[in-house]
């Protein structure tokens, strides 16, 4: 039996690749979920790759999922939640909470809080319909219907859209909303499936509304020429979204290029939605003692408590990996330091 | 004496941070510098706080500098390089030269590599007339600039410029030269001292070349609306400069917005030159037997080698400081597991 012991909160991507990552290294994990499976947003990602692989990161999921089950340093809680949390001589004692109501005391030796994100949830921009009109739907509802089906439809009658419209920065860059920060990863995530929207449904009129490209991958340049050639890219945000008649929506924005405003009808709108802190962050934040940032996300870390992934802040699937890495990393000095001054 | 050794290979920010964080720890840094000084290109950046910090990180080289100095744990050897390096028993045999021609033979347990990035050669993109005409300047220049004497003058008069233009992605994100990376902390660098030249020279005015603005900051929104209202922001790349019979500088660009050939007359001109791989890392990929990605940067580590720093691809100051502490946080771990195998 592993001889120090980490509790890891969070079963993304995250929570997954620090539990592997300490699990290897003789560690003991003890890893919580508050859903009923892990993998997290990103689980429902899809491969992304067009002629070749465009590092979209979404397989690396399927990855660690498959290494933190197999690896016996590692055992999983699923619909599990801290409920209290004390810490004496140097070790934590977390209560923990099932959804059917059990609980019982995890003793453990330091903890990775991989907690995630929020999706900004676009009911919040009411102009834009979402909920009301079946046509309009978010970047992750897309990506699910992607890895499902594989091909793109629309919600009302199930065919296959001609005219598609990427709205980007919804709920991000926005002073209205006080979300000031761009989250950084859904220009490569919409543009990445616009490119394989291409190829399968090559019909398809893709448009692209945004206001500032966010760069991405080493060879950016290569793929956004090629992405220029197939989908239409508007510098604009749309003001308003109407249904028309036959569940189409008619999108009003003010093309910058043209200095004037501009309707025109689509078949259906993928909102892309911003990253925003995860729901239990205040909760946890005062059961943890720890502090967060001025835009309601984590600080990196605090006396033997590690943050990783996008609780820290928007960050992609690689850089959420490098992140739990470095969690990791600290946690493992961290026992050691520990270690040292029982010696001592 | 600390019983474990790393050299650091580098002393730009990266290595500074990477030095201090070991020996804070115990270890023992010998901090290669093949230069006759320490800081690295943030060195010679300028503060550029307005109203308040706007958290461009160039006072942390500063810091970092004081702290390397001033810890009895860290040796400076400085107008040193990597002559040979010999791996035997677990532990690596350095030569190195100084630029006086003494050599020595350092003996370490691991690496982290520090070598920092490359500007961009302006010289290499012709039309913009770098060094043919003065007043052609790049942003590292203006940094200086802005460091040493805190006002912007024109090169050819030292008369305050009435009219200054920033070219941003001077061999970035350009297909022809083969450099397809977005150096991501230009539009970030340039923004902000295009700002305080606002604050300090209020009737310069300043217009902003652009493709992409890449955001930054957990307040960015707030930062460009204001920047939005000094800064004349301009979607366009100039193609050519051509030098005006009083210095001045004619911007020749095609404007998006009005679909039509640009030509406007500036007395300064600012390029926002891209981050490229370091001069070594050809010879020290070679020496260390170490992987560069396709782009020309080096891998994050191999076999007791960390990388740290923009030695790995473009990052800002922040990222410099907590990539060198994840090297570092890597190259302790490693450390340990070669203790254990010598236990063992």
């Not at 019909?203 to 793929?223: A, L, N, S």
């Not at 979204?241 to 290029?257: A, H, I, P, Q, R």
């Amino acid at each position: 039996m592993p001889d120090k012991n980490v509790l890891v909160i969070g079963g993304g991507v995250a929570g997954l690749s620090a539990a592997i990552d300490l699990a290897r290294l003789g560690v003991g994990v003890e890893l919580v979920e508050k859903a009923d499976a892990l993998g997290g947003h990103a689980r429902q990602f899809s491969c992304k790759a067009t002629e070749k692989c465009v590092r979209c990161g979404a397989c690396v999921v399927e990855e660690k999922l498959r290494d933190a089950l197999e690896h016996s340093n590692i055992s999983v809680s699923l619909n599990s939640e801290i409920q209290k949390l004390t810490k004496s001589g140097g070790r934590f004692s977390a209560e923990l909470q099932k959804k059917d109501g059990e609980s019982r005391t995890s003793e453990t030796d330091a903890i990775i809080l991989a907690t995630g994100f929020r999706a900004f949830d676009p009911e919040n921009k009411k102009p834009y319909g979402y909920k009301l009109f079946d046509n309009v739907i978010t970047n992750l509802e897309l990506e699910r219907m992607l890895r499902e089906k594989s091909i793109v439809s629309r919600p009302s009658d199930q065919q296959m859209p001609k005219k598609i419209a990427f709205v980007q920065c919804v709920g991000s860059r926005d002073s209205k909303l006080g979300n000031l920060w761009c989250s950084k990863i859904c220009c490569g995530s919409a543009l990445r499936m616009a490119r394989l929207i291409k190829m399968r449904q090559p019909e398809t009129e893709i448009t692209f509304f945004h206001i500032d490209v966010q760069t991405f991958g080493r060879d950016f340049q290569t793929f956004y020429e090629a992405a220029q050639n197939e989908v239409r890219m508007v510098r604009a945000i749309p003001g308003d979204v109407f249904k028309t008649d036959d569940d189409g929506l008619k999108v009003s924005c003010f093309d910058n290029s043209a200095q004037e405003n501009v309707d025109e009808i689509f078949d259906l709108l993928v909102l892309s939605v911003g990253i925003t802190p995860g729901r239990d962050t205040k909760n946890l934040s005062a059961l943890l003692n720890l502090k967060t940032t001025d835009t309601g996300f984590f600080e990196a870390s605090q006396e033997g408590i590690f943050t990783a992934g996008a609780a820290l802040g928007p960050m992609s699937i690689a850089e959420a990996v490098a992140s739990a890495g470095y969690a990791a990393c600290e946690a493992l000095n961290y026992l050691d330091i520990q270690k040292n001054w029982e010696l001592g």
